[in-house]
């Protein structure tokens, strides 16, 4: 099946200056699918993105875009990719259209070529009435979108989301993954980058989590929630007097775990199940408790570390620095 | 946002499969492109034409209605020859604005977009420094309207008229090569502007702008009469007034392409390493 892979990447090195940005990343993406590459800031993400895009040369290693050379056959793999990020962005004074056409007469669409793929994204976008606006007026969300379908112009085979969805709001940013999802239905194949477990979670086939360089893990998106203890159901009663009660149900209903009050008033329980939710709310009523909080969290990317390494990524910045320092 | 759920427009025009088709002249194509994608910023942010515009202005009412009679007796005169040194003089200004705005374009993420696609790479350089020609044919078009609404008048033929603008449009595309070599050294545009006025400034004072060579000592005579800006101005004013040109046209065009020859492969070698 290694055939299949669409990136592949093997002991990537990067150092810039004193900072070891690369210290030997695999990473393999099969045709079609998404790979979430999961990391704080500074672990590395966007430098494997920036290889594997062509925009830097590895130290050492290699890495493959559809059995092309990033280093040997870039022109190739220029061809076959669709980039974006909070870098490659687009032009602020052009408008979302002259943007989308410039890019379109780059890629040899032809004048009335370019023209029509910029009116198909523009309105697949939802950027019809803004296409005559310059890229600066736009809204953050706007901003992304625009960024996407840049990326978009030559259909691509390959996507790269470096950090797609930081700094949009949630509904926004389920408009995004709603893009996403599309996109690898429609064939592509996509490596996206997040700081978010819960984004990875929602849109990838596998995830590869990256610290310091190195590769800490990589499993499918199960897996890793297995290893970092899946979900938390987190219940705050209505009265302070039903703490226990509810406590005892959420136990019961946890995954195995005794329920904890982690903040005053609040208990939490990990659950491994998506029906623990509907069931803790029937034993709630069932009981006569009402609860004025009931929420599902995945893990944090700080608690995901800290499974993994035994340190949160806060942490790891401090001991960075300090190590740079010396 | 209804509307982005279903199917991704898949381009009828795709070409994710299609080989690369060997069309001629990609880099021209591309750098024309992106020329045109420089004009647009041009005409949209037309301020930023002000310093070109009115520099000429003010140093030829400044200069000739200050130094005119001093100089060389009748303001007119002194008009009539101070006019084409201003001329190369905002021109070769006019150069550094290109090495300001790619400092600060290249810090955006644009330009990380344009090297993930498939067009040569010095496409972006190429077609920056070729979108800002409309930039100096329209200071070129404004120094001579004010000069000639001052008095100025040329005294020789329209043809060689044309051949001294451009001749002066020519040397600054190709002396912009030395700003975009800086602005890929340096950090920030402020310091390629401090950099680049250091440069120029010796380069457009030390020269035959302002008066004659005669008048100057003889270790001053020595650097003028090597300026590149000498021969521009000795070539511009033999085309407007008619007086001897010497070898200055092909000193002018030897330094252009001396300017490219040095600073295009430099400019275009940082450019490649600039990350």
């Known amino acids: ?228 203890g899946g979900q938390t159901l987190e219940v705050r009663p209505a009265d302070l007097a039903q703490l226990p009660r509810t406590a005892a149900i959420l136990t019961e209903v946890g995954s195995g775990g005794q329920a904890d009050e982690i903040r005053k008033g609040v208990l939490a329980v990990p659950v491994t199940d998506d029906t623990a939710l509907t069931e803790s709310v029937a034993r709630f009523a069932a009981a006569g408790i009402s609860v004025t ?34 | 946002m209804s509307t982005l759920v279903g199917a991704p427009p898949t381009a009828s025009s795709a070409l994710s499969t299609a080989t690369p088709k060997p069309r001629p002249f990609r880099l021209v194509r591309h750098s024309l492109a992106l020329a045109k994608r420089s004009l647009i910023k041009t005409w949209r942010t037309p301020e930023a034409l002000i310093d070109v515009t009115l520099q000429p202005v003010l140093f030829l009412i400044i200069f000739v209605y200050i130094f005119g009679g001093a100089v060389a007796g009748s303001t007119h005169d002194y008009l009539q020859f101070l006019l084409p040194g201003i001329l190369a003089q905002t021109i070769a200004t006019g150069a550094i604005a290109i090495g300001v705005n790619l400092n600060t374009d290249i810090a955006k993420g644009i330009f990380d977009r344009f090297r993930s696609l498939p067009i040569p790479r010095s496409a972006p350089l190429v077609g920056a420094v070729l979108g800002d020609v409309v930039r100096y044919v329209i200071v070129t078009v404004s120094t001579l309207a004010i000069g000639y609404l001052m008095g100025f008048r040329i005294d020789t033929d329209p043809f060689r008229a044309i051949a001294g603008c451009v001749l002066a449009v020519l040397f600054a595309l190709c002396l912009s090569w030395l700003p975009v070599y800086v602005s890929m050294k340096v950090r920030t545009p402020g310091a390629v502007q401090g950099l680049m006025f250091a440069l120029i400034m010796p380069l457009s004072f030390g020269s035959n702008v302002f008066v004659g060579t005669d008048t100057l000592p003889g270790w001053m005579q020595a650097f003028v009469n090597v300026n590149p800006m000498t021969h521009l101005v000795a070539s511009v004013r033999g085309l407007f007034l008619g007086t001897p040109l010497d070898a200055h046209v092909w000193w002018t065009l030897a330094w252009c392409a001396g300017f490219v020859a040095v600073f295009m492969p430099l400019a275009l070698r940082a450019y490649h390493r600039k990350i």
């Open chain 1, 1 to 228: 099946m290694t055939s299949d892979l669409v990136i592949e990447a093997e002991g990537l090195v990067k150092t810039f200056g004193k900072t070891r940005a690369l210290q030997g990343v695999d990473l393999a993406v099969p045709r079609g699918t998404v790979l979430g590459v999961l990391g704080p800031n500074g672990a590395g993400k966007t430098t494997a993105v920036r290889i594997l895009s062509t925009l830097l040369t590895p130290d050492a290693g290699s890495a493959r875009i559809g059995g092309f050379d990033v280093v040997r056959d870039a022109e190739r793999v220029r061809q076959s990719i669709g980039l974006t990020g909070q870098y490659a962005s687009v032009d602020e004074d052009l408008t979302g259209r002259q943007n989308l056409e410039l890019f379109g007469t780059l890629l040899e669409l032809g004048r009335a070529g370019a023209r029509r793929r910029a009116t198909e994204l523009l309105d697949w976008f939802d950027l019809t009435d803004a296409a005559n606006r310059p890229a600066k007026t736009y809204s953050g969300g706007m901003r992304r979108r625009l960024d996407l379908a840049a990326s978009l112009v030559g259909s691509p085979d390959v996507i790269f989301l470096d950090e797609p969805t930081t700094g949009l709001d949630p509904a926004k940013r389920e408009d995004m993954w709603d893009v996403v999802r599309s996109l690898v239905t429609n064939g592509s194949t996509v490596l996206l980058t997040t700081q978010y477990l819960e984004e990875a979670d929602a849109l990838a086939d596998a995830i590869t989590v990256i610290d310091h360089g190195r590769v800490i893990a990589h499993d499918t998106p199960e897996g890793l929630k297995r290893v970092v």
């Open chain 1, 293 to 326: 909080e009931l929420s599902l969290h995945l893990p944090s990317l700080d608690e995901v570390f800290f499974t993994l390494t035994g340190r949160t990524a806060a942490e790891d910045d401090t001991t960075s620095r300090t190590e740079v320092a010396a």
